[in-house]
T-cell receptor, first 114, second 112 residues
Framework: DTEVTQTPKHLVMGMTNKKSLKCEQHMGHRAMYWYKQKAKKPPELMFVYSYEKLSINESVPSRFSPECPNSSLLNLHLHALQPEDSALYLC?????????????FGPGTRLLVL | QKEVEQDPGPLSVPEGAIVSLNCTYSNSAFQYFMWYRQYSRKGPELLMYTYSSGNKEDGRFTAQVDKSSKYISLFIRDSQPSDSATYLCAMRHTGTASKLTFGTGTRLQVTL
């Protein structure tokens, strides 16, 4: 089973709101990722967690705050977002960061910032 | 020049046709190659994953890698309307699974 789940499926928030996106996988993968995808564009990497530690932050603004409570869960906390942050937010996981592992994506959370 | 080039389409074919989707790349350090299918408003779904030159077949799908030409292809046989989606090629260097470099995606429409 190569399933990554994400909640919520859709989210509408104002620029002053605080919300969180959640991601879960039960494949025993030790690397988890957040991506942002705008319409008609490929996914853009935001953060990578490896063995529950943040290993890559692609210079993402601080209004996005990732958290990895355990090896199966990944959160993305959102605060004071801008309308241009509206996008599909994708979570992915892989066995690890090295070797021949590849990434499996979740269905995404479609975020609209008003 | 982008590291990975992919024709954005749209590509429209009749049902039953053989579809050929292609990506070229410039960085010879890329060693692992993936094809993802993405339906509208959904997450990318891994279709094929290869790490050597040659062909890999899975049902109606064949992935082809030519490292000497820096060219990868995905062939879809007996295409179906349900194959209508955006197809993203992705690749990465040896040593890290983190940094996938994606093509822009090709939008495919299979018509009845």
């Amino acid at each position: 089973d190569t399933e990554v789940t994400q909640t919520p499926k859709h989210l509408v928030m104002g620029m002053t709101n605080k919300k969180s996106l959640k991601c879960e996988q039960h494949m025993g993968h030790r690397a988890m990722y957040w991506y942002k995808q705008k319409a008609k564009k490929p996914p853009e990497l935001m953060f990578v967690y490896s063995y529950e530690k943040l290993s890559i932050n692609e210079s993402v603004p601080s209004r996005f705050s990732p958290e990895c409570p355990n090896s199966s869960l990944l959160n993305l906390h959102l605060h004071a977002l801008q309308p241009e942050d509206s996008a599909l937010y994708l979570c992915a996981s892989s066995q690890g960061e090295q070797g021949r592992e590849t990434q499996y994506f979740g269905p995404g959370t479609r975020l609209l910032v008003l | 020049q982008k590291e990975v080039e992919q024709d954005p389409g749209p590509l429209s074919v009749p049902e039953g046709a053989i579809v050929s989707l292609n990506c070229t790349y410039s960085n010879s350090a890329f060693q692992y190659f993936m094809w993802y299918r993405q339906y509208s408003r959904k997450g990318p779904e891994l279709l094929m994953y290869t790490y050597s030159s040659g062909n890999k077949e899975d049902g109606r799908f064949t992935a082809q890698v030519d490292k000497s030409s820096k060219y990868i292809s995905l062939f879809i046989r007996d295409s179906q309307p349900s194959d209508s989606a955006t197809y993203l090629c992705a690749m990465r260097h040896t040593g890290t699974a983190s940094k996938l470099t994606f093509g822009t995606g090709t939008r495919l429409q299979v018509t009845l």
